[in-house]
C-alpha cells in the first residue's frame, strides 16, 4: 500500500497543546484573561481565552459583525443576555447579534471561544494583538479626564 503525504504547503495546521496552567495570562480590564490559542496558532479558525472576572464586572451591550463568540463558564455564574448561564453552562453569542453579560457575586472563570480568532479591533482584539496592560485604577482615571482637542 502506497502512503500519500499532502505537499509542505497543502499539510494544514500543526498540532498545538497547552497545559491547564499555560498560555499567556494579560490583565484586561478589571479581569485577568490567559489567552490558550490565537488566530496565528489555528490558521485564524479559532481564538479561545480563559477569563477570570471579579464579582459584579460586566460586559456592556455589544455586537461583533466578523466573529461568533461562544462563552462556556466553568466556575462561578455569569448572566448572558443572550441566555443565562451558570457554572459549567455555555452560552453562545452569534455574529451580529447583540449581547452582554455580568457576573454573579461569586466572581467567575470562563472560557471565550471565537470563530473565527480574531475580534475585530476591540478590547479583547487589543488583547490578542499585544494590548498592553493599564492598571484598573489608571483605566478609571483615563475615563474620568476631560478629552481634549
Known amino acids: ?18 497545559p491547564a496552567d499555560g498560555g499567556e ?11 490558550k490559542v490565537t488566530g496565528a496558532d489555528t490558521g485564524g479558525q479559532i481564538a479561545i481565552l480563559e477569563i477570570t472576572e471579579p464579582p ?13 463568540e461562544g462563552f462556556w463558564v466553568l466556575e462561578g455564574g455569569v448572566t448572558f443576555e443572550v441566555g443565562g448561564a451558570t457554572a459549567g453552562d455555555y452560552a453562545f453569542g452569534p455574529r451580529n ?21 480574531g475580534y ?14 493599564v ?4 483605566q478609571s482615571r483615563a475615563r474620568s479626564q476631560p478629552r481634549r482637542g
Do not use: N, Q
Not at 495570562?25 to 489567552?35: K, S, T, Y
Not at 459584579?56 to 461568533?68: L, N, P, Q, T
Open 97 to 117: 447579534v447583540p449581547h452582554s453579560y455580568r457576573v454573579g457575586p461569586d466572581g467567575c472563570r470562563m472560557l471565550f471561544i471565537v470563530t473565527p480568532a
Open 25 to 35: 495570562a494579560r490583565w484586561w480590564g478589571e479581569g485577568l484573561a490567559v489567552i
Open 135 to 138: 492598571p484598573p485604577i489608571e
Open 56 to 68: 459584579g464586572a460586566e460586559a456592556a451591550r455589544h455586537v461583533h459583525h466578523k466573529e461568533d
Open 1 to 18: 500500500m502506497k502512503t500519500l503525504r499532502a505537499p509542505a504547503d497543502e499539510r494544514g495546521l500543526d498540532p498545538i497543546s497547552v
Open 120 to 133: 475585530g479591533g476591540g478590547p479583547a482584539g487589543a488583547l490578542l494583538l499585544g494590548g498592553e496592560y
